[in-house]
């Protein structure tokens, strides 16, 4: 059975505490987020499971009791694709590809990402809080097609 639209996740990492108005703007109408860490508070969390489903792993800046509760890795299927999400890629087990995973989303280095590696595809969305260094204030949308077509683009969400 084909969907009435396609799917639209959004992929988020590195919030540090800080949920931006336009992280806000840029999360409307998504129909998943995905978190890949250092989340720094689970006041976050809350803002946004409040806009859409919501996955999540720890960052290494994580910390408590509420921190202790997120895995480091999870797995998540939205629109029939297997998505593994994990702050650090070193903390990644096992290949993706032979588990079948369609996308890897990790954070930490702040720096927006995208690569094929051997038919998965690698996302780092960026960082969505305090700016760090020079790099981009960013998050990326994940769009899955009613056909399964997988498309990610990344949005600066501060100049």
Same mark, same amino acid.
């Given at each position: ?5 396609? !799917? ?21 109408? %998504?129909?998943?987020? =995905?978190?890949?860490?250092?989340? %720094?508070?689970? #006041? ?6 409040? /806009?859409?489903? !919501?996955?999540? =792993? ?5 910390? #408590? ?6 895995? =480091? ?6 629109? #029939? /694709? ?20 369609? /996308? ?56």
């Amino acid at each position: 059975m084909s969907r009435q639209h396609p !799917l639209r996740v959004a992929l988020v990492s590195d919030t540090h505490n800080l949920v931006r108005p336009e992280l806000l703007s840029f999360l409307t109408g %998504c129909d998943a987020i =995905v978190h890949a860490g250092d989340i %720094c508070e689970p #006041g976050v969390l809350d803002r946004l499971a409040a /806009i859409a489903p !919501l996955t999540a =792993v720890r960052g290494n800046n994580d910390h #408590g009791a509420w921190a202790e509760a997120l895995p =480091v890795q999870t797995v998540v299927e939205i629109g #029939g /694709i297997a998505i593994a999400v994990v702050h650090e890629l070193p903390d990644l087990r096992g290949d993706p590809a032979a588990q079948g995973f369609a /996308i890897v989303v990790s954070g930490h280095s702040h720096k927006p990402a995208l690569e094929m590696r051997d038919g998965v595809r690698y996302v780092n969305p960026g960082s969505a809080g305090p700016r760090r260094f020079k790099l981009p204030i960013s998050a990326a949308m994940l769009t899955i097609g009613n056909d399964g077509v997988l498309n990610v683009e990344h949005t600066r969400l501060v100049d």
